[in-house]
């Protein structure tokens, strides 16, 4: 029986963050987060931290908006409120160390989950 292609990108997982002894929630879309998009995220973060040109604010969004491909949800707040996960919200909002203790664990639980595929089978 076929499989829509849409069903399975709305599986999430979540994982626990921690930054600065405080632990938050993040759900992540799996099917999103792939090694090759992880990569390209983590080579386009490197790309807009070296550089110094006038690319500085699309590299920024296209680095938000892959983010928020990958991010469906998480616990955190401002102000009490929600904090949206927009790609704004990332490139202006989201402090660097939180951004790559998110990116950190999301990574290791991919991993993980896919090694526990290569068990299963």
Same mark, same amino acid.
């Given at each position: 029986?076929?499989?829509?292609?849409?069903?399975?990108?709305? &599986?999430?997982?979540?994982? !626990?963050?921690?930054? &600065?002894?405080?632990?938050?929630?993040?759900?992540?879309?799996?099917?999103?987060? @792939?090694?090759?998009?992880?990569?390209? *995220?983590?080579?386009?973060?490197?790309?807009?931290?070296?550089?110094? =040109?006038?690319?500085?604010?699309?590299?920024? &969004? !296209?680095?938000?908006?892959?983010?928020?491909?990958?991010?469906?949800?998480?616990?955190?707040? @401002?102000?009490?409120? /929600?904090? *949206?996960?927009?790609? =704004?919200?990332?490139? @202006?909002?989201? /402090?660097?160390?939180?951004? @790559?203790?998110?990116?950190?664990?999301?990574?290791?639980d991919a991993q993980s989950a896919?090694?526990?595929?290569?068990?299963?089978?």
């Amino acid at each position: 029986m076929p499989v829509e292609l849409s069903d399975l990108l709305g &599986n999430e997982r979540w994982v !626990e963050v921690e930054v &600065n002894g405080v632990a938050f929630h993040v759900a992540y879309r799996p099917a999103a987060t @792939s090694l090759r998009r992880q990569a390209e *995220l983590q080579k386009r973060r490197r790309q807009l931290q070296a550089q110094d =040109d006038g690319d500085e604010v699309e590299q920024t &969004n !296209e680095v938000g908006a892959i983010f928020c491909e990958m991010i469906s949800n998480w616990d955190l707040t @401002s102000g009490g409120q /929600p904090l *949206l996960i927009t790609p =704004d919200v990332v490139t @202006s909002a989201l /402090p660097g160390a939180i951004f @790559s203790a998110i990116m950190q664990a999301v990574g290791e639980d991919a991993q993980s989950a896919q090694e526990e595929k290569k068990q299963q089978n």
